[in-house]
């Protein structure tokens, strides 16, 4: 496939490039350097500059109100994000609930919904995970019971990233009792403001809250706010998790450990045994490897004209495998300089206080390599992907 850039693609990259000098604000491109979870009041402030800008969501198409970026002017926007360690937008409403929403609903919910993604105004979490439905998502047990013009929900979600900061959950639910456990399920938009919700924090090995439980105790969903056809959500969800595992990939991620990993290992170089220095280099010199053959394969995989789910849920195997290995280098690199420093309440340190850190580098270090433990569970264990990798590419 032919990646060259085009005099447009070189112009764009070049504005990302400009708009990023000038409006990304230095602590809070400082506290993303860091490797710190974005906090709420960072990540709202950041969403609405660049929805003054209209780029939230720039790949999205030209009518539904964004820019129609192409896969390759996609790919340079990201790139260039993560080069000015500018913090990313959170998957939920641009890669997963409006493209559910602009796909398959009405033109209500469109009109509805879209704009105030784009803008940055509103913001989403996802309703998929239950204690008993994880990676078996056909399993879960929330119930949505027709009633009137409306829909009873009931039951609970885990594992809800950002469920207390979020304005609407996209929300799989069982609408009917079904012979096949795919079957009988329906995608409800679900405003988070709701009585009847019930919202409590998961504090993750990380020493952060970005996780929840939450629970639905009568909850009423107005039933124009079902997401196509009753029943029939799991080709749906299918193509959620097809969007989910493809921006799981994370390249800005992996770039930026990798920078932060060349920074360390040339200031710390001097004072390591030469042995160790030869290993590090060695590791390193692997994972820039990797890291070109995963950038290869996600090109490949934007520009096809139909993203399989196969490939994916590779981009997903191999992308959290990758990001792991960077965090665990640099940690090795710091040694006991990693370690957290924790706060009176007990927690790891925020972004906002250094705690005594030697380091430049060290500050946020293993608060990263803690949150990538997750990796390969989230979003679809790495059993269950090997699994659909291994269906798809064997017929199975």
């Not at 950002?162 to 929300?171: N, R, T």
Request: proline share 5%; hydrophobic share 40%; net charge negative.
């Amino acid at each position: 496939m032919d990646f060259s850039l085009s005099q447009d693609d070189c112009r764009f990259r070049d504005e990302v490039r400009e708009f990023l000098r000038a409006e990304l604000p230095a602590e809070l491109r400082e506290r993303h350097r860091q490797g710190f979870h974005i906090r709420d009041d960072d990540h709202r402030r950041w969403t609405q500059i660049l929805g003054r800008k209209g780029w939230v969501a720039p790949e999205w198409p030209r009518e539904h109100g964004s820019l129609g970026l192409t896969p390759i002017q996609r790919y340079l926007f990201d790139e260039e994000f993560g080069a000015a360690d500018a913090p990313t937008i959170l998957s939920f409403g641009r890669n997963l609930a409006g493209p559910l929403i602009y796909t398959f609903g009405t033109p209500e919910q469109r009109a509805r919904f879209l704009p105030p993604i784009l803008a940055g105004a509103e913001f989403w979490c996802q309703g998929f995970s239950e204690p008993n439905a994880g990676s078996d998502l056909a399993s879960l047990q929330t119930r949505a019971e027709p009633h009137g013009d409306a829909y009873v929900l009931n039951g609970g979600k885990i594992w809800t990233t950002e469920a207390h900061h979020a304005d609407f959950m996209f929300c799989l639910a069982r609408t009917s009792a079904e012979e096949k456990r795919q079957n009988g399920l329906s995608f409800l938009l679900v405003d988070m403001k709701s009585p009847g919700i019930t919202v409590r924090p998961i504090w993750s090995i990380d020493g952060e809250h970005h996780l929840n439980e939450v629970f639905f105790d009568d909850v009423v969903v107005p039933a124009d706010r079902r997401v196509g056809e009753e029943g029939q959500a799991w080709s749906y969800a299918k193509f959620v998790l097809t969007n989910e595992r493809t921006s799981a990939a994370g390249l800005d991620r992996m770039k930026a450990g990798l920078r932060r990993a060349r920074r360390l290992l040339v200031r710390l170089a001097p004072g390591l045994d030469p042995t160790a220095v030869t290993q590090f280099r060695r590791r390193l010199a692997q994972l820039e490897v990797d890291n070109i053959a995963l950038e290869r394969a996600v090109l490949r995989v934007l520009t096809a004209d139909a993203r399989e789910m196969a490939g994916a849920s590779a981009l997903k195997l191999r992308g959290s495998a990758l990001a792991q290995r960077v965090a665990e280098l640099v940690v090795d690199l710091l040694g006991p300089e990693a370690l957290p420093q924790f706060s009176d309440e007990g927690y790891p340190h925020n972004a906002d206080h250094n705690y005594g850190f030697a380091d430049p580098d060290a500050p946020g270090a293993m608060t990263t390599h803690l949150y990538r433990r997750a990796l390969t569970i989230a979003g679809g264990a790495y059993e269950v992907q090997r699994g659909i990798v291994a269906k798809q590419m064997f017929g199975l």
